[in-house]
């Protein structure tokens, strides 16, 4: 064994010496094994949101730009991001153009053309296609191509910030050639197309087993000579989180292992074996307490936690802190995340441009703050411990979906209020249900039949608008919207609209940050969200894999094509 | 018995009838939603699109209809037209069982994943009459002896402990322990993708087996080992074996044509009602060793409030049971003299 390895060490140093080229060879590093524990479906992002499916795609199919590692837009398929400073931003910010690269080829070895584009957003926008991105298009009022290479997009309303359609993973180019058969009603029929997409990227597809395996190959058309440097791709679904990092760090048999939310003195003790690293990354999400300021008392029937109903006592401002103080958010990020955890006291943490400085302090546990801030606006304790005032108790159903963290976080943060006169109940709901939208489910985050409820999010790119977008008056679901839309909190101040059409109309980055802290800490100093923990996506990658740069505003196998085997 | 089975085979059809109802109704009143799964980013407007496009906007008995057609009617076609190339009405066109999380026609995923079920779930079923058949027999010849405590006490482990303890246990041993380039290191991922085309493929494709069957079999031979001892120990006991002892028979051929025959009967009963557990899969130790069989599509599917998936996979189980059920009782009749239906 020994010696085998030694003359192919000494073969790979005389080649390395006589022809340089041969190093830079595509498919030179043989075959490249990737575990997602969520198997894929299918391969087309326009019909299916999850990550596991959108990440897989990316692999084949590509946008016009997408985000790197620190959340910058590169160019994919198009030759430079356009800006309003380069000419590709129109001064009323109501159109975007797009130059596309030179010379790109489908895998079929066929031109890649701007006419692809323009029927990539037809077969989004139709109507009856279903198309999962549709929230990208929003606003977009035509896509045309100009010539081959350029197409302009565009928009019913200014967008100051334009790069929806064709930027980042979720919405990449498809062939119009293979899809032109599959528009509208036919978009679900098209199997195969959906199955093996033909792409611009490094990999093809050559066999696709539906929420289990895919084998790739490599790209021989692929733009960037040399790359990428595996001949072929294993993409294997299936099992746990736990098990597909057992695969990566401690049996070696997987090469890269996606999003490995276990306990995380587990995850360090398989690292310990030294064959693969633990990689983690920081994007938007955040874990919050959602604060209802609606009343969810059975007894007011369809008025249940509607804004005709303030709450009884979550409106009060003094209890909301309270409730804040008396978290100790540095143990539930050791307990819950370890490494893929930071405590935050923003509801929007990253990008670092938009990261508010003015909420420090939260990090520390008050207790005797917390108490005192309640004494002082007259909640009395009663006999049982539990505060009131004026008949009105402070009694909390606290919901959110059944996950082993959440559940201990859960049983922490009743134990400290509880030391500060707050009962509470706790209820945990599964989770297809509980952020499914099934109109006859009283269980559902949108209904909010309860008074504070936890769960995670975040938003798609780098931009916040629409994310904040969510605490806008208008957002707040009701029967009469059919429970839609994302201000859960109820939350309604004139002064956030404001500002959130304030943003609507700025382009200046600088401007658009000031705008976006402002809201945040408008939400954060009224308690309406009490943020918990920033939660990181946290991968594995084997010691002998090069090149991953772990992505957290894009798909995390942005970069396969620079992906190689260290020798 | 030619008419007794036929009036069972003719009673199968509203039963399974029934039960198809039935499961829809329960999938239909399950708080579960297709799009519950997807990324929050996905605002609530596209979600309801997404849930039209699905067709969940119409009334229940209409989606039910749409199912029976689609599963009774177009289906069976289908297959004749893939099978055979005949061609009966519009082959093109004709709507098929679709996945809502793949968007692909349901019996292709469970023609795709039927092989590896029937190979490691089946062989594992193998591997468990083969191991109890013959510790049963010894067990019950040599009753209360060591080698029945042995036996006893391997089949309460095996009954016991859960499929996802000892699977995990193994992988922790032949897979994390045991050094990669060992002789006895086994993959703790089965590879769907391999395809057995020459020795090397055959070996590899044992050793991912392994493991799995291993698992399953134990499982297995611990259910049917009891029987088989329980079996043997009524029969040992009656008036024909004295006889057959005392004609001055060899005890080799009291025991393995006699007694074992006799015993067999029920035994065989049980065997052929567990095979629809085959197909079923074996959702648990599928997930630990990724075999992505039916049973990993069936959870899958539930996961994913997948309704038209998960309706056509729990039908077809209970067509296998019913079936299954028919054929043992067919079974027990051939194998039973004294045993005649009218």
Not at chain 1, 401 to 411: H, K, M, P
Not at chain 2, 206 to 223: C, E, H, K, S
Request: glycine content about 8%; aromatic content about 10%; overall charge negative.
């Amino acid at each position: 064994m020994k010696l085998k390895h030694l003359i192919a060490g000494m073969l790979g140093a005389a080649m390395l010496s006589t022809t340089a080229m041969a190093q830079e060879e595509r498919g030179r590093d043989g075959n490249v094994n990737v575990i997602y524990w969520q198997a894929a479906s299918i391969l087309n992002p326009y019909l299916s949101g999850g990550t596991k499916d959108i990440d897989a795609s990316s692999m084949v199919i590509e946008p016009l730009a997408r985000y790197d590692e620190n959340g910058n837009m590169v160019p994919v398929l198009a030759a430079e991001i356009p800006t309003a400073g380069n000419g590709g931003v129109s001064e009323d910010l109501t159109s975007i153009t797009w130059k596309l690269k030179e010379g790109v080829t489908w895998s079929d070895g066929t031109a890649f053309t701007a006419a692809d584009v323009v029927f990539t957003a037809e077969y989004c926008m139709n109507p009856d296609g279903g198309c999962q991105q549709l929230s990208k298009f929003g606003d977009v009022e035509s896509v045309e191509a100009v010539d081959d290479l350029t197409v302009k997009i565009t928009f019913s309303v200014p967008k100051p910030f334009p790069y929806g359609p064709f930027v980042g993973s979720t919405t990449p180019v498809i062939q119009a050639a293979q899809f032109a058969e599959c528009t509208g009603e036919a978009a679900p029929t098209c199997t195969e197309q959906n199955f093996g997409p033909i792409g611009t990227g490094p990999f093809v597809v050559t066999e696709f087993r539906a929420n289990d395996a895919i084998s790739l190959e490599a790209n021989s058309n692929f733009r960037e000579a040399g790359k990428p440097a595996f001949a072929t791709l294993t993409f294997k679904g299936g099992g746990d989180a736990a098990s597909a990092a057992r695969s990566v760090l401690e049996t070696g048999e997987f090469d890269y292992a996606w999003n490995l939310q276990i306990a995380p003195e587990i995850l360090a003790d398989m690292e310990a074996k030294g064959i693969g690293t633990v990689v983690s990354g920081f994007g938007p999400l955040v874990e919050r307490l959602m604060v209802n300021q609606t009343d969810p008392d059975p007894a007011l029937g369809d008025g249940r936690s509607t804004v005709a109903n303030p709450h009884p006592f979550l409106s009060d401002l003094n209890v909301r802190k309270a409730l804040s103080l008396a978290i100790d958010r540095p143990l539930l990020v050791e307990i819950g995340y370890g490494k893929a955890g930071n405590v935050t006291c923003n509801v929007l943490p990253s990008p670092a441009i938009y990261n508010s400085p003015n909420n420090a302090g939260c990090e520390v546990q008050d207790i005797a703050g917390a108490n005192a801030l309640l004494d002082e606006a007259g909640w009395v304790r009663g006999a049982d411990g539990v505060r009131e005032k004026d008949g009105v108790r402070l009694s909390i159903l606290y919901q959110t979906s059944t996950n082993a963290v959440r559940q201990d976080f859960q049983a922490l943060i009743k134990q400290w209020w509880a030391e500060i006169g707050v009962e509470t109940e706790l209820k945990n709901i599964d989770a297809a249900v509980f952020f499914g939208g099934d109109q006859s489910s009283p269980d559902t985050f949108q209904k909010f039949f309860a008074d504070i409820e936890m769960y995670a999010n975040t938003f798609d790119g780098t931009d916040p608008e629409a994310y904040m977008g969510n605490w806008a008056c208008s957002e707040i679901p009701s029967p009469d919207n059919a429970w839609l839309g994302g201000n859960m909190p109820r939350f309604c101040d004139p002064a956030y609209d404001a500002l959130l059409a304030e943003m609507a109309g700025t382009a200046d980055i600088n401007e658009r940050a000031r705008l976006a802290i402002a809201m945040n800490d408008m939400l954060m100093q009224n308690y309406i969200m009490i943020p918990l923990v920033h939660r990181g996506n946290v991968s594995a990658r084997a010691n002998t894999l090069e090149g991953v740069k772990l992505n957290v505003w894009d798909s995390q196998l942005w970069n396969v094509a620079d992906w190689s085997r260290a020798n | 018995m030619l008419n007794y089975t036929l009036r069972r085979l003719m009673f199968t059809i509203p039963t399974l009838l029934l039960i198809s109802f039935i499961i829809f109704l329960i999938l239909d009143l399950a708080p579960n939603d297709p799009t519950g799964n997807l990324p929050l980013t996905i605002p609530p407007e596209v979600r309801e699109k997404i849930r039209q496009s699905l067709g969940l906007d119409a009334p229940m008995y209409i989606r039910y209809l749409l199912w029976s057609q689609q599963f009774f009617i177009n289906e069976p076609l289908n297959l004749l037209n893939q099978w055979f190339g005949w061609c009966i009405g519009d082959c093109e066109g004709r709507l098929r069982v679709s996945s809502w999380a793949t968007r692909s026609p349901v019996v292709d995923l469970i023609a795709e994943r039927m092989p590896q079920t029937l190979w490691v779930v089946g062989m594992s079923y193998v591997v468990g009459i083969l191991i109890a058949v013959p510790i049963g027999v010894i067990s019950a010849y040599k009753q209360y002896s060591w080698f029945d405590q042995i036996g006893t006490f391997i089949a309460m482990i095996g009954f016991s402990v859960p499929t996802f303890f000892t699977g995990v246990l193994l992988i922790v041993i032949f897979s994390v322990w045991v050094p990669n380039d060992s002789f006895f290191w086994l993959p703790s991922i089965y590879d769907t993708t391999l395809e057995v085309v020459d020795w090397d493929s055959f070996m590899l494709q044992v050793r991912q087996m392994i493991m799995p069957v291993m698992v399953l079999g134990l499982f297995n031979a611990a259910q049917i080992s009891r029987f088989m001892r329980a079996s043997m120990l009524d029969n040992l006991s009656q008036d024909y074996v004295r006889t057959a002892r005392a004609k001055g028979l060899k005890e080799k051929t009291v025991l393995l044509v006699h007694v074992l025959r006799n015993s067999m009967i029920p035994v065989v009963t049980v065997i052929a009602l567990g095979i629809p557990q085959i197909f079923g899969g074996a959702i648990i130790t599928e997930q630990i060793f990724k075999v992505n069989g039916l049973g990993q599509l069936l959870i899958i599917g539930i996961q994913g409030a997948d309704i038209p998936l998960v309706q056509t996979l729990t039908f077809l189980f209970a067509v296998l049971i019913v079936l299954f059920n028919l054929i043992a009782d067919v079974l027990y009749g051939l194998l039973d003299p004294r045993i005649r239906y009218e």
